[in-house]
Structures are given as C-alpha cells and as structure tokens.
C-alpha cells in the first residue's frame, strides 16, 4: 500500500472542500460557494478527518477555527490542488486534445485592446475558449459561481470574494472628460459640478462604483439624470455638451470616436486609480493566468499605450502595467 493510500489524502475533492470551508469560515459559507449541501461538506470534511487520524477544525468555538493541523492542512492543500490543475492542464496541452471550454470574462475598456491578442494565443495553444465582454460586477458574479473560469475586472470587486486570486495587471487613473465646448475652469471639480451634470456609468458597473464613492468623500453631490453602459454614449452625451464624465483613459480608446468632441484632462483633487486584475478560483488557473498576464501587459505596451500618446502624453503619467 503507498504513503498516499495510507495517509488519506487520496481524494482531492475532499481537500478542495476542505479548503473552501477554511476560506469561508463555516461549513455552511463553505457549502454555498460548491453549491452543495451543509451535510455533505460536514460529512467530507468528517471523513479527511478520519482517514487522517486527526482533527482539522475546532468545534467547540464559535465562530469555527482550524486547529493546528487544520492550519498547516490547509496551506499545503492549496499548494497541492494549484500543482494538480496545472498538471492536468499541462498533461492536456502536450497531447494536443486541447481543454475543455475556457470561458474567460474580459472587462469592455480592456476587451478592446487584450481580446484579440488573447483570442489568437488560446487558439494557437489547441485549446477551445468562450471570450465574453461586459461588466465587472456581472463577470465577477459568474465567476463566483463558476459561470466563467477566469477573468479580468476591476480588482476592487475580486477582492471581496474570499478563494479567489487576484493577480494585479494594470492600474490607470480617473480622468475628466468635458464638453470642447466647455469655457469654465478644469481644475475645480466642485464648479464643475455646479453647472453641468454629470453623465454617469450604469450603476451595475464597477466603474460607477467607484466614481460614486470617490465623489462622495470630496463630498460632490452632481445632477444625474443620465446613465449609460456604453463608454460612446456616454461620450456622445458629454460632446453634446448635457454634461461631463469621470473615466479612464482605456475608456477614451473604447470612446475615441468621441473624442473631438470632448476635452481629456486630469481629475482635479487627489489621484484616483482603477485597478484591473485577473481573478481565478485559488488553486486552479495559475500558469495560464500568468501567461494570460504578459500577453496583456504585451497588447497594452505595444498599442494602447501609444495610442493614448498620440492622445495626450498626460494620461500616461499614472498608468501601471504589472512586471
């Protein structure tokens, strides 16, 4: 009999179980993020229990804590369920027979600018993949319940989500876009406020989330009557001059039909940055994540930073890309 049989970790899924009640804190918080039962985590996580010869969570207290064992457990089980899934997808690749499905939710500002790269280097590796554009806040909800297996949204969400990594790819700052027609000051945002309305981003984007709050520490409470998905309508309603945006410069390039229409110009007040990252279930996803990572960083270096050059050399003065 080997050490494995005889060690009882056997059985991988009862160590991914294991690892997510950790994360979640509880059995039941554990159970929802599976979509499984409270009875039969507890019964899996009985069973490693048993087959390891000792106690992994401390029962008596409230809320639950790993023991010692539970702790050490713990690290090297995600450790080892990382290593299992890029074995599995290494194993995959070398034979050629490709993976199944990759379903990967890219943001729309970045979608423009990665998505082709990123569609024709998945094609090249033999492997089949679903890229969906949208929103933050809807790709990091299905990837929470694993509708997508990877995607690349505003970290400010990913980070909310306890299990998921979160691997940094770019950071770009909060710009102000004005109407050309625009004769005011651009550098005192609470004028601004007074006589325009702001033209906002729908409330179900990360984006808009963070420019509400942002807002409301510098305690900015513009007229908002107008809200949109799209970066172009919000531009074009800027450009007709209904009122001014807070966005991004991989927006402006989303928008860039607009853009003579409208005035670019820093934010006044402190700096703001978005953060976008590539977030994955941990333990699953890290080499392809990483390789996901340089061909972004890779597209954004050879077009989008150009690009938004030939726009105006002041939006690069805030913008990270990850090493």
């Not at 804590?65 to 299992?84: I, K, M, P, V, Y």
């Not at 070398?94 to 790269?117: K, M, N, T, Y």
């Not at 005192?188 to 409301?216: C, G, M, P, R």
């Not at 954004?300 to 930073?305: K, N, Q």
Request: glycine share 8%.
């Amino acid at each position: 009999m080997s050490q494995s049989i005889r060690s009882g970790l056997t059985d991988l899924r009862a160590l991914e179980i294991f690892a997510t009640v950790a994360e979640a804190g509880s059995m039941t918080g554990g159970a929802r993020r599976l979509g499984l039962s409270q009875s039969g985590v507890s019964q899996s996580v009985r069973q490693l229990e048993e087959a390891l010869g000792v106690e992994l969570i401390d029962r008596s207290v409230r809320p639950m804590a790993l023991t010692r064992a539970g702790q050490d457990l713990h690290q090297r089980a995600r450790r080892l369920l990382a290593e299992a899934g890029n074995v599995a997808q290494a194993a995959r690749r070398a034979a050629h027979v490709g993976e199944p499905q990759l379903r990967i939710g890219l943001v729309d500002s970045l979608a423009v600018s990665v998505g082709p790269d990123l569609a024709r280097r998945l094609r090249a590796g033999g492997g089949r993949c679903l890229l969906h554009s949208g929103q933050s806040l809807s790709h990091v909800e299905a990837l929470r319940r694993r509708a997508l297996d990877l995607v690349i949204s505003s970290d400010t969400m990913l980070i909310e989500h306890a299990g998921l990594t979160v691997q940094p790819l770019l950071a770009e700052p909060l710009v102000l876009a004005l109407p050309a027609s625009w004769h005011g000051a651009h550098d005192d945002l609470n004028a601004i406020a007074a006589e325009l309305e702001l033209v906002a981003y729908s409330e179900d984007t990360a984006l808009a989330s963070q420019i509400s709050l942002h807002l409301s520490r510098l305690r900015i409470s513009p007229r908002c009557s107008l809200a949109f998905d799209s970066t172009d309508v919000v531009f074009r309603m800027v450009g007709e001059g209904l009122g001014f945006a807070v966005t991004t410069p991989l927006c402006l390039l989303q928008g860039r039909q607009q853009l003579e229409r409208i005035c670019v110009v820093p934010l006044p007040g402190p700096a703001v940055r978005r953060h976008l990252s590539i977030g994955y279930h941990t333990g699953e996803y890290d080499e392809l994540a990483a390789e996901i990572a340089d061909i972004g960083v890779e597209a954004l270096r050879r077009d989008t930073l150009p690009a938004l050059r030939r726009i105006d050399t002041a939006l690069l003065k805030d913008i990270w890309l990850a090493d």
